[in-house]
């Protein structure tokens, strides 16, 4: 069952594709942003991998996520 829960939250969407907002560090919204452009600041260490995002999508009350749950593949150069 948690591998179906897994493939649930999965985005269907490249990452680079996605849309998202986030959360600077005084707490203001900023975005909507292209995943490319994040993966691009966050190659570029403007942000960490805890960094707080939600999918453009998402309801206005879904809860924010680690940018490394949205997008696992950049734990690997986080």
Same mark, same amino acid.
């Given at each position: 069952? #948690?591998?179906?829960?897994?493939?649930?939250?999965? !985005?269907q969407t490249p990452p680079e594709e996605l849309s998202l907002f986030y959360k600077d560090p005084w707490g203001q919204? $900023?975005? !909507?942003?292209?995943g490319i452009d994040i993966i691009e600041w966050f190659e570029a260490e403007y942000f960490g991998i805890d960094l707080l995002v939600?999918?453009?999508? /998402? /309801? /206005? @009350?879904? !809860?924010?996520? $680690?940018?490394? #749950?949205?997008? !696992? @593949?950049?734990r690997a150069k986080a």
């Amino acid at each position: 069952m #948690d591998g179906e829960l897994e493939t649930m939250r999965r !985005p269907q969407t490249p990452p680079e594709e996605l849309s998202l907002f986030y959360k600077d560090p005084w707490g203001q919204v $900023q975005g !909507p942003f292209k995943g490319i452009d994040i993966i691009e600041w966050f190659e570029a260490e403007y942000f960490g991998i805890d960094l707080l995002v939600r999918l453009e999508s /998402a /309801a /206005a @009350h879904s !809860p924010w996520l $680690q940018l490394g #749950d949205v997008m !696992p @593949h950049l734990r690997a150069k986080a």
